[in-house]
Each structure stands twice: as structure tokens, then as C-alpha cells.
């Protein structure tokens, strides 16, 4: 359900790629994190250079432990909320 792809992507239920640049935060394990950019354009959710992915993609880095953040096991509180 997470793992939609595609570019034309306007519709999804999950945030798209302007809602992301808003939230420049996670909260993990109670404290903040700053979101890692996308370093160029992304291949899954099709952030370009500086900008933040869209929740759920397959590429984005997470800030805490410098894994992928779909398959880390820090405690995201509001990683996978829509
Ligand atoms: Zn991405
Ligand atoms: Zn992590």
C-alpha cells in the first residue's frame, strides 16, 4: 500500500511531492529529526535535487540512524500516517 511508484501521482492517497516539502521534520523515538533531501532528482518519488521525499519512498534516508526509512527500525511517530 506504501510502495505506490509513478510520476503522475497527484492523486495518491498519501501526501505528494509539494505536501512533503511542508513537513521538514519526523519525530522519532519523542525527539525531532531533520529530513534528509533527496541528493538528486529520485528515482521513486521523484523529488528533485534538496527536496524532501514523499512519505513512504523507497529512497529517502532516515536522519536518525542513516538507513533507508522504510527499513529501519526506529520509532517513527508518523511515518507511515497519511
Ligand atoms: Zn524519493
Ligand atoms: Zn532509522
Redesign the pocket.
Known sequence: MMTQTGTNSSRRRCAGLEEAQRHAEYLIGGRRYERIPSGGACADCGAGPGKLHVAGCEEEI?P??G?LVIA???AYGARRAC
Open positions: 532516515c536518525r540512524c538507513g529501519c527500525d526506529c
